[in-house]
Every structure is written in C-alpha cells, then in structure tokens.
C-alpha cells in the first residue's frame, strides 16, 4: 500500500513533441505528490508538486494531472527539449505522519532528441 | 550557500569492510534523509531523522546506521559491506514534514566488490 507506481521506465520523444509520464498510488493518506527530475551525475531537484484538492497545475512547460478518484497522476512535458533529457520520479508523502518521507516511483528516463 | 555536501564521492569497498557516508547541510534544516538508487528502482528510504538525537528505520534499513548528533550532520554507517550494498547514497534535507520538497546532495557512489 506504500507503493507508488511509475509508466514507463524509459522515453523516448522527438524534440516539440509531448512527454507523458504516469504513476499510480494505493494509500489514500498520501496528501502531497512531488515530481523530481535527476540528470546524470546529480541529486534530484524538485520540479513540480501538487496536493489531492487540485485536479491540474502547471508551472510553464511542465504540468500534473492528478485524478483523485482513480489514484493516478501525470506529469506532461509540452514542447520537449533536449535539456529536459533526465530521469523523473514520482513521488507521494503522507503529511500526517510528521516525517517527510517520500515514496519514489521507480523512475522514467526521458531521452528528447533533436 | 551550499546546501547538502556528502563525501566521499566515489568509494570502493572490498566485503566485510566498514565505512561512513558524511552529510552535512548548512540550511538548518530539522529532517534529513538517506536514500539509495539503484537501475530500476527508484529511491528507497535507508533512515531518516526528525531531528538532532531522533532516527528511525526507513524502508531498507538492514546493514546501515546512523546517528544525529548535530542539526547539521547526518552520517551513514556501514557495517560489514556487501555486494548487494553496491549502489549511490543521496542524503537529503528538508524544513517540513508537510509537503515533499527535499534538498539531495550530489551522491556518493559506493561499489562492493
């Protein structure tokens, strides 16, 4: 139940083209669900969050789609770039266990090419 | 500002030997994290901290330690290294339990061989 799926684990996308990446989650505590991106040799960085009150948000090129009811959300890359080539996670946090701790999707290695 | 610093970066390690991963961040951040990635699997939780003097076991806490002296500093302990240990360590930091932004430092690649 503290699992959160990712689809697919590599991507590949023509440059302008749309990048869509899916996670699914079981436990309905989750309140708070963070998309990170990684390029090689580095930490993950905090890309875009959204909590479960919002359907959709958006931060330029970036967007998550969150559907409550189906315990599933997207992240869509808009006019891909080859500077977005990275690995993204998905990730949930259940704010009521005053801990922080984040469960990672397994990963989605995005390849934009030009 | 230089957030989260993790050292070494690269080590390699024969089995049954023993070492420390250092963290350290200058945010002054309550909770901080250790994680490891391996292809494929995402990020697991190894141990996390609330605060100085408070830990507690994450996901895959089995053959690691740590400790919480300080707000500051974080260390990872191995005990006893096994291939299957073999992997890269984040360490991250955040201000609230309340959402999910974690700082990452840059990584420490740990092989076991």
């Known amino acids: 139940q503290q699992q959160v799926k990712q689809s697919p684990q590599s991507l590949i996308v023509q440059k302008g083209g749309i990048s869509i990446i899916n996670c699914a989650y079981e436990?309905?505590?989750?309140?708070?669900f963070p998309w990170y991106q990684q390029f090689p040799g580095k930490g993950p960085a905090l890309l875009i969050a959204?909590?479960?009150?919002?359907s959709e948000k958006k931060e330029g090129r970036f967007t998550i789609s969150f559907n409550k009811s189906a315990k599933q959300f997207s992240l869509h890359i808009m006019d891909s770039q080859p500077g977005d080539s990275a690995t993204y996670f998905c990730?949930?946090?259940?704010?009521?266990?005053?801990?922080?701790?984040?469960?990672f999707g397994q990963g989605t290695t995005l390849q934009v090419k030009p | 500002n230089a957030g989260v610093t993790q050292t070494p970066k690269f080590r390699i390690l024969k089995i049954g030997q023993s070492m420390t991963l250092q963290c350290t961040q200058d945010?002054?951040?309550?909770?901080m994290y250790w994680y490891r990635q391996d292809p494929g699997m995402g990020l697991k939780l190894i141990y996390y901290s609330v605060g100085a003097g408070i830990t507690d076991k994450g996901e895959v806490p089995n053959g690691y330690n740590v400790s919480r002296s300080t707000t500051e500093d974080f260390p990872l302990r191995l005990e006893l290294a096994a291939p299957s240990q073999t992997s890269v360590y984040f360490c991250?930091?955040?201000?609230?339990?309340?959402?999910?932004?974690?700082?990452f430092g840059e990584g420490s690649r740990l092989t076991v061989l």
């Open positions: 436990n309905t505590a989750f309140d708070y």
């Open positions: 990730a949930a946090n259940q704010g009521s266990s005053n801990t922080g701790k984040l469960i």
């Open positions: 991250a930091s955040s201000t609230t339990s309340r959402t999910g932004e974690l700082f």
């Open positions: 945010m002054n951040h309550n909770y």
């Open positions: 959204i909590r479960p009150d919002v």
